[in-house]
């Protein structure tokens, strides 16, 4: 048997390839939008993929399932479980098998057994995989998605918080709290393989190991520790980071389909400074991809700057307007890279791109904002010089805050600029000085001008003022 393990950084995203090395036949489990990998591995062993498994609708990045259906003819194995409203649609031209919960299927030597696992969503299941190759006659390891992870387990309120269907999140728990009796039953030698690590928003505490054993979370996984239904459900809900915008939409694209990566529309190059300043007068979205500290030191104004690092997915998920053309200031080498990132969240509309450095020298009237130093903040508030916007998570903001801060969270800023106070200097705060410099760009091009982001964030504010 083969087993290879896949991580998208940008998206905290775990896939695995499985296969048969006797007959030459390969699965992928949750697998990423982009292929790539997977064909590499396949021609590398000389293997054939004949299957893609999912163990739930996804709703932080887009399914690669369809892709490897069309390159491969691969034969989706898809939840059929949960009520009407968490089925999949728009696959009956595609080849598929709907499994439910004891459903076993065979590629090559291995068999998959599939536990119906729901609490994070409905439909959620996990895959129990045996190696009939040799002598072994019981499961070595299961795929759990986002039901169990290292440390933690899914959420159960995206439904509610993303979605938008009310009332979800109790229930969610307590059919997770369900599914957990079930797994604690299963042999702690079991092998765990998650599809998320440390940084996704699909659950709260997620470690950065990639397995686990079933044991091993017996003793130590915060949410197997509970006996009792309401405590669990209690601390299962609290403390939840906000799910980003972009979640319902990947739920919705994940259930219905999407176009494939080929049939997208190309990134088409901005002609000139001319454009560009054309596109910003009207409002158009233009995102300028360099390090904060780079972009606030010179910018073109009416620009938004996110990143392109880890976390660029996630604040282009939150940021974007989908159904809006997307133009692009980035280093052209990095063109396919930044695209590709954009694809997996789903953003497939029309893009346009310039390169910064060539449009920034000939723009020539650039913009600026400052960096204040928390001396120099706690110095302006306590004269009654300034306000504080803090644009943390909420529960980041209920651990500790600066006095009288203003809370708007980044992700939520662009509809919420009416609740900006204006009659101060605006001091912008996150915890590290990374998303205070996104929101601060955000407020610059809607027209906030009096403002300054504070270095190092709150951390920085505990270590300097905290005596």
Partial sequence: MLLRYFYDENLAHASYVV???ATGEAIVVDPMRDITAYEELAAKENLN??????????ADFVSGSRELENRFGAKLYLSDEGDADWKYQNIDHLNHQLVKDGD???IGNLIFEVMHTPGHTPESISFLLTDRGGSADKAMGIFTGDFVFVGDVGRPDLLEKAAGIKGTSKV???DMFESLERF?????YLQVWPAHGAGSACGKALGAVPSTTVGYEKMFNWALQYDELEAFQKELLDG??????YFAVMKSVNKTGVELVKDLPKPQAIKSTDELKKLIADGEQVIDTRASASFGNGYIPGTINIPFNKSFANWAGWIVDYKKTLYLLLDPESLDQVVEV????????????????????EVGELESYKSMSPEEAKKMIKDGRANVLDVRNQSEYDEGHIDQAYHIM???LKKRLDEVPTDKTLIVQCQSGARSAIATSLLKANGFDDLVNLSGGYAKWQEVLSV
């Fill in 19 to 21: 296969g048969c090395q």
């Fill in 49 to 58: 993929i004949v299957g893609a498994l999912e163990t739930h609708i996804h």
């Fill in 104 to 106: 076993q299927f065979k």
């Fill in 172 to 174: 969610g728990a307590k």
């Fill in 184 to 188: 604690k039953k299963l042999p702690d």
């Fill in 240 to 245: 939840q980071p906000e799910p980003p915008s």
């Fill in 342 to 361: 954009l694809r997996s969240v789903g953003i497939d509309g029309e893009i346009s791109y310039g390169d910064v450095s060539k449009l920034i020298e």
């Fill in 410 to 412: 980044i992700g939520t």
